[in-house]
């Protein structure tokens, strides 16, 4: 909220236009409003900004009032007393943290819930750091150079030589062989996977067929991709299957398998590989929470931005 000074300013402001409390929360609502539209992903931004100008105010105006008298007279001198309202400037700190989320390019790479010391004065990380960060979580450049790693002695080279090759629709057809191959042998008689058959699977071998999808895609394709966005659309799967193009049409109608799927780099961002999702989003769910696609950098992944609100207000400063 303190990205931009004016904006600040404007909302000090209105706190001191308003003549009741109720009418001052309703200015402070809309202003902020105006200039950070709220959604369901910022309701506790929102929440808290409104809290703490309602606490400040409301503290201001019975102080007020247990100092002047009641009735006409008190009205008229609130109205000649009202105190002028100041120009706030923001601290070097805020004004360096506003001046990073700036220059950021997505808001995901943004930690807008980070460690308190963070905000009151505490070292910020350099940029070789979050440079070596992201060089690790993009993995290896080319496909020939993951390691095809595997617990339970599985051989990934046909699915590596597909994705080399460019022909992605069988290496959607070589995954969901391997998936099944992964699950144990009573999903190998059965044909299909079972939800309850994922979690034990080996976070090796996932990581593996997700690793040799990223490097084919630039990271583009792979579970861990379809993951990232499963969390950011809220973990609603009728809008993350819009995401990932699997509907179509003003009715978000499934696409037909396999013909109306693209079966190429340059489809939308997280459309492959493809998981049956027709008899229900179970087995789907049970990849997206696999152990193996949970980042271990921060503790927060698979998490809302509520959720990572709720778990840093535990070591923020409270008003």
């Known amino acids: 909220l303190l990205t931009s000074c004016k904006h600040f300013q404007r909302l000090i402001a209105c706190i001191y236009q308003a003549q009741r409390p109720r009418h001052r929360l309703l200015l402070v609502r809309r202003e902020i409003s105006s200039f950070w539209p709220v959604q369901s992903s910022c309701r506790v931004i929102y929440r808290r900004?409104?809290?703490?100008f309602w606490s400040t105010t409301m503290a201001s105006s019975l102080g007020a009032q247990?100092?002047?008298?009641s009735g006409a007279a008190h009205q008229r001198q609130r109205a000649c007393h009202r105190p002028v309202p100041r120009v706030l400037a923001p601290s070097r700190i805020l004004v360096q943290r506003s001046q990073s989320i700036c220059a950021a390019s997505k808001l995901e790479d943004v930690p807008l819930f980070s460690d308190s010391s963070s905000m009151l004065g505490g070292a910020p990380k350099s940029s070789s750091s979050a440079s070596t960060a992201a060089a690790q979580k993009a993995g290896p450049a080319k496909?020939?150079?993951?390691p095809l790693n595997s617990e339970l002695g599985l051989d990934y080279s046909a699915l590596r030589d597909y994705l080399a090759a460019g022909d992605v629709r069988k290496a959607d057809d070589e995954t969901r062989a391997l998936l099944i191959k992964m699950a144990g042998q009573g999903a190998v008689q059965r044909g299909w996977v079972y939800f309850t058959e994922v979690p034990p699977i080996p976070s090796a071998d996932l990581q593996?067929?997700?690793q040799l999808w990223r490097a084919a895609s630039s990271n583009r394709f792979g579970y861990s991709v379809q993951k990232e966005m499963w969390v950011q659309a809220g973990k609603r799967w009728p809008k993350f299957f819009k995401a990932i193009d699997w509907t179509q049409g003003e009715n978000n109608v499934y696409r037909k398998w396999p013909a109306e799927f693209k079966y190429e780099y340059e489809?939308?961002?997280g459309h492959m590989p493809l998981t049956n999702a027709l008899r229900g989003t179970q087995l789907f769910q049970a990849i997206m929470e696999h152990p193996a696609f949970a980042k271990s950098t921060n503790g927060t992944a698979g998490m809302?931005?509520?959720e990572r609100s709720k778990l840093s207000g535990k070591d923020t400063l409270k008003f």
């Open 267 to 269: 489809a939308p961002k």
């Open 66 to 69: 247990q100092l002047t008298c």
């Open 143 to 146: 496909v020939e150079d993951v």
């Open 304 to 306: 809302s931005i509520d």
């Open 49 to 52: 900004s409104t809290t703490l």
């Open 208 to 210: 593996t067929v997700d």
